[in-house]
């Protein structure tokens, strides 16, 4: 599985956009760049995935590099409640198979 | 609609004792994973069941079994507990086996301190 190298921590201040990089040198053509994030003392959730294009939802938005060397999960207004730890995980179509790394830290200011 | 629920939250066992940790998940989802995460770690997976009647390891399967009991459930485990299984498990499911789209729904975790 190819890996991902993202900033071990990042800090915001409340209803500012944040962006969170990821690179992924070794990333193939079919593979996904998906996004999760951790809130304290819960599991995992899903915020997002793309391929090639970028990609919008109610939570973020997914800006991918034109090699797909690289991508960047953005969010628009930060929150409290988005101080989390965000993983930038690549997965082949077929496999299902989740590979974390040790994701960002994001703390937000109020 | 609970989701993907585990039991027990939270347990404590002495070195050697054996343990079974369920998850249940009521959205019809094919596939089930069981992670484990170690203090200031991402989630590392155990193994999986991508359908029922199926598992395959994941990356750290020593020391675990898995049993796919029926669609809705898929239970971890532990034969003779070592302190080295202290962590924080997840049980996770997805409906799809090949698709691009990969969303995994996660249970709230068992916390497990061996001593």
């Known amino acids: 599985d190819a890996k991902t190298t993202q900033p071990n921590s990042m800090e915001s201040n409340e209803e500012e956009p944040v962006h969170l990089p990821c690179n992924h040198s070794t990333i193939s053509g079919t593979d996904y760049i998906h996004w999760y994030r951790q809130l304290p003392s819960q599991g995992p959730e899903y915020v997002i995935h793309?391929?090639?294009s970028n990609v919008n939802n109610r939570m973020a938005s997914l800006a991918i590099a034109e090699d797909r060397k690289s991508s960047t999960l953005i969010l628009h207004r930060a929150t409290l409640r988005d101080a989390a730890v965000y993983y930038c995980?690549?997965?082949?179509?077929?496999?299902?198979?989740?590979?974390f790394g040790q994701g960002t830290t994001l703390q937000v200011k109020p | 609609n609970a989701g993907v629920t585990q039991t027990p939250k939270f347990q404590v066992l002495k070195t050697g004792q054996s343990m079974t940790l369920q998850c249940a998940q009521d959205m019809n989802h094919n596939s089930m994973y069981w992670y484990r995460q170690d203090p200031g770690m991402g989630l590392r997976l155990i193994y999986y069941?991508?359908?029922?009647?199926?598992?395959d390891k994941g990356e750290v399967p020593n020391g675990y079994n898995v049993s796919r009991l029926n669609k809705r459930e898929f239970s971890l485990r532990l034969e003779s507990a070592a302190p080295s299984q202290t962590s924080v498990y997840f049980c996770a499911s997805r409906s799809q086996v090949t698709s691009s789209y990969n969303e995994q729904f996660f249970g709230p975790g068992t916390r497990l301190t061996v001593l």
């Open positions: 793309g391929l090639t």
């Open positions: 995980i690549l997965i082949r179509g077929d496999t299902g198979k989740l590979i």
């Open positions: 069941s991508a359908s029922e009647g199926t598992t």
